[in-house]
């Protein structure tokens, strides 16, 4: 079993930035990929960012120049850096991750961001 624990989420103004953090209870070092999803309200879940073991990331058009994922495996943690913040940014952003060996995938609580002014 893993967890995965958001943080960082907050209201910020337009063309703002934030960063947020996913804390998981097992070494991502064994994951074959993580990844940042959003949910916006009356919408599904989107991909945002995902980043594989060898450091491969791949982004949402909407996001591309603006957010950057990455990991710090020796804190277990993985990081989106959201800048040029939009309205249409406005979500609950999740954390997800695919250990190997995994049957399963695991998700986050998710932490909410909230772009206005």
């Known amino acids: 079993q893993v967890q995965l624990v958001e943080s960082g989420g907050g209201l910020v103004q337009p063309g703002g930035s934030l960063r947020l953090s996913c804390a998981a209870s097992?070494?991502?070092?064994?994951?074959?990929?993580m990844g940042w999803y959003r949910q916006a309200p009356g919408k599904q879940r989107d991909l945002v960012a995902t980043?594989?073991?060898?450091?491969?990331?791949n982004y949402a058009d909407s996001v591309k120049g603006r957010f950057t994922i990455s990991r710090d495996n020796a804190k277990n943690t993985l990081y989106l850096q959201m800048n040029s913040l939009k309205p249409e940014d406005t979500a609950v952003y999740y954390c997800?991750?695919?250990?190997?060996?995994?049957?399963?995938?695991?998700w986050g609580q998710g932490t909410q961001v909230t772009v206005s002014s």
């Open positions: 997800q991750g695919d250990w190997y060996g995994d049957v399963y995938d695991y």
């Open positions: 097992r070494s991502i070092d064994s994951t074959y990929r």
């Open positions: 980043i594989t073991a060898d450091d491969s990331t």
